[in-house]
């Protein structure tokens, strides 16, 4: 519910749209020998991931996030083509802006999916299924992809909206349908619920997400933690205020690598966080935000996954602070003898400290300074300056 100024509430309805095997699809529009075959779209090296696969190529059970080789054992005649970012940005940059014309607040979740606040534009529409309907014709008409799009009044139910009929879905949730569509579906399709939890709940018997809205709050804190238990027990109820976030008012700005290679060396290690705290610097610079708290995550090569933080005691948008604040954070994670590190990341957040006001604050030499590195990436690209010591970074 949004929260009008007499302190009454109305109904919120936001969109979500997914586009339907984003990589696969794009290659399937650019190269006609490869429609209607299987298209598998991912690293093809050793260690490679399926980043996306075409419907033609889920039939042989493949899917995202599957090693490679066990791809090409599943569908050894699929089409196995490594991803072309160029040409998948273009069409995500112009199905962001398409998305402009329906609605004022687009919050994008990642290249290929996005939230669209609908709240309050009931009246310019003539039906929620309409205006659903013309969202996925405008993406199709502008570029020949599909999108599937869900509506409902929040997000959580919207995302899982856009899931339910796909591909080519449209479906709108109302409040009225959460018992009959939402509770029989299985808990792992609650926001937040992995593997791990997800077997900790059907541990509990808590097997679909109308098991965990007919739960006694109280018991279910008392088995999960008041923090799970009240966030799965409102999802399930079809609840959750969290609003639409445009990306300039983004939570956390930040930059990961995973390596082609584990890292193996702390030496390694650190000059790679370097170059990371450039980047998020630079990022940071640019979006105009100061960060108070740095986080720094590591992912291992069994896939463990570490975040370690610090508040910082005045915010920061300059590369060597936050370099020195990760570089911090790093030394003091006991690394386990012999650990391979399969990523690295770096992100700054609380922005709203009274530094964002005042950008570059009683600093004006180190922002003359970073005013001319600024210049520099952007005329050059951004990993053009790279301070001392900053190692190559494999992409992405
Ligand atoms: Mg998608």
Redesign the pocket.
């Known amino acids: 519910m949004a929260r009008e100024q007499n302190g009454t509430e109305r109904p919120r309805w936001i969109a979500h749209f ?5 990589f696969a699809a794009v290659e399937q529009r650019d190269n006609e020998a490869y429609r209607g075959r299987p298209v598998i779209v991912g690293g093809l090296s050793a260690r490679g991931v399926v980043s ?1 696969a075409s419907y033609e190529a889920r039939r042989f059970g493949v899917h995202s996030a599957m090693p490679m080789e066990t791809a090409r054992r599943r569908c050894p005649n699929g089409i196995f083509l490594p991803p072309d970012f160029a040409r998948y940005s273009a069409a995500s940059r112009q199905i962001f802006a398409l998305m402009e014309r329906f609605s004022p607040r687009i919050e994008p979740l ?1 290249i ?2 996005g939230f669209l606040d609908l709240t309050g534009m009931e009246g310019l529409m003539e039906s929620l299924p309409a205006y659903g309907r013309r969202i996925k014709d405008a993406v199709h008409d502008a570029t020949g992809l599909v999108a ?1 799009v869900g509506i409902a009044p929040n997000k959580f139910l919207a995302k899982l909206a856009s899931d339910l009929e796909k591909p080519d879905g449209l479906t709108i949730l109302r409040p009225g349908d959460i018992p009959r569509v939402v509770w029989p579906l299985p808990v792992s399709r609650l926001w937040g619920v992995g593997q791990k939890t997800g077997d900790r709940l059907r541990a509990l018997r808590f097997c679909t997400i109308g098991d965990v809205a007919a739960a006694d709050p109280a018991a279910l804190a008392a088995r999960l933690g008041k923090r799970l238990a009240s966030h799965l027990y409102e999802l399930a109820n079809g609840r959750d205020d969290r609003p639409v976030e445009p990306v300039a008012e983004a939570k956390s700005i930040g930059r990961e690598i995973t390596f082609e290679r584990d890292v193996k060396s702390r030496e390694e290690a650190e000059a790679q966080l370097l170059y990371l705290a450039g980047q998020v610097g630079w990022r940071l610079r640019r979006a105009g935000k100061r960060a108070r708290t740095i986080q720094l995550k590591i992912r291992l090569q069994d896939f463990s996954t570490y975040t370690r933080r610090k508040t910082l005691p005045e915010d920061t948008c300059y590369d060597e602070e936050i370099y020195e604040t990760a570089r911090e954070l790093f030394r003091a994670f006991p690394l386990p003898p012999g650990a391979g590190i399969r990523l690295l990341g770096i992100s700054g957040s609380g922005f709203d400290g009274p530094g964002t006001l005042s950008l570059f604050r009683d600093v004006p030499k180190k922002d003359r300074l970073y005013a001319a590195i600024d210049g520099l990436k952007k005329r050059f690209g951004e990993d053009v300056v790279r301070r001392g010591g900053a190692g190559p970074a494999s992409p992405p």
């Open positions: 997914d586009m339907d095997c984003f996306t990642s290929d999916e599937s």
